[in-house]
């Protein structure tokens, strides 16, 4: 018996050893790098020199690090809520099996399956103020993106664009996994389809808008690609999310040390707006309708 035991434990362990060292090789060790370089001075190229709080006392009492943390959480403001929402209609009406859903559905995940560089070069392109395709339409010049109001609402729009789709299926999956009986008492009992949506959908969707939710503030916190290529972080530093401030420490001012600790931050708000979320989440997420 106790062999039976020590083999299937050797067999499970084996089984699970190339997740293991993925997790290991590309997320433990990593961090672990990242805050050994957070006390340490480094510029790409010269010696690594220990210099104790001081890079966490430098970006903590930097303003400009500040105004990122600023930026970044507008940006998250926009994008989230509004691409959560526009996901939860399109997947309603997908979900009534309309002519075309099949298409639509196609259509609506290929911005997110392309390089989000790629997406960002396009709209970079689109919206030029000179020879810009949305310009030479509107018969006008607008600085989309070196106007300091424009320029955040426009990235934020090209990343809500990119990634309806993604939250769309979600949401599709999530209302299609509704058990039709449900709908057709609620509907035999003389609920028309907002009280229906309101009473049956929304609740049977929490463990997927949770979901939605997480990602989708994890991701746009992370956002690098889109600004980098469509405004580098200006103009006036209105789109300097924390990740191009990251890069910019990181390659720019070749300062490792400071940027490390400004993963570091991002990483530990993030971390606890998850939190936040999960505590806020545990007790309404419920399958019972009574």
Not at 72 to 95: D, E, S
Not at 222 to 233: E, K, N, S
Not at 247 to 269: D, H, K, P, Q, T
Request: glycine letters at 8%; aromatic letters at 12%.
């Amino acid at each position: 018996m106790a062999t039976s035991r020590v083999r299937t434990t050797v067999l499970g362990y084996a089984l699970v050893a190339p997740s293991l060292f993925g997790v290991v090789t590309f997320l433990l060790l990593p961090m672990l790098v990242v805050a050994w370089l957070s006390v340490h001075r480094w510029d790409l190229l010269g010696p690594i020199k220990y210099v104790g709080l001081d890079n966490w006392s430098s970006v903590l009492t930097d303003s400009s690090f500040a105004t990122s943390l600023l930026v970044t959480f507008l940006f998250v403001l926009l994008v989230v809520p509004t691409q959560t929402v526009l996901g939860l209609i399109a997947a309603t009406l997908l979900a009534r099996g309309l002519p075309g859903s099949a298409f639509f559905r196609t259509v609506y995940v290929l911005p997110w399956i392309c390089a989000p560089l790629a997406i960002a070069v396009l709209w970079a392109w689109i919206l030029a103020p000179t020879d810009g395709a949305l310009g030479t339409l509107l018969d006008t010049r607008i600085e989309w993106l070196t106007d300091p109001g424009l320029a955040l609402p426009v990235v934020s729009a090209v990343v809500i664009w990119t990634n309806v789709g993604y939250v769309t299926l979600f949401f599709l999956a999530g209302i299609l996994n509704i058990p039709a009986d449900i709908h057709n008492a609620a509907r035999t009992d003389g609920a028309d389809s907002w009280q229906r949506f309101r009473h049956i959908t929304l609740p049977m969707l929490r463990p997927t808008l949770f979901f939605v939710l997480v990602t989708g503030i994890v991701s746009a916190a992370q956002v690098f690609d889109t600004v980098y290529a469509l405004t580098g972080g200006g103009p006036q530093g209105r789109t300097d999310l924390v990740a191009h401030r990251i890069y910019a420490e990181a390659f720019g001012a070749a300062a490792v040390g400071r940027a490390s600790v400004m993963a570091i931050v991002l990483f530990v708000l993030l971390v606890g707006i998850t939190v936040v979320q999960h505590l806020y989440f545990r007790r309404r997420i419920s399958y019972d309708l009574t």
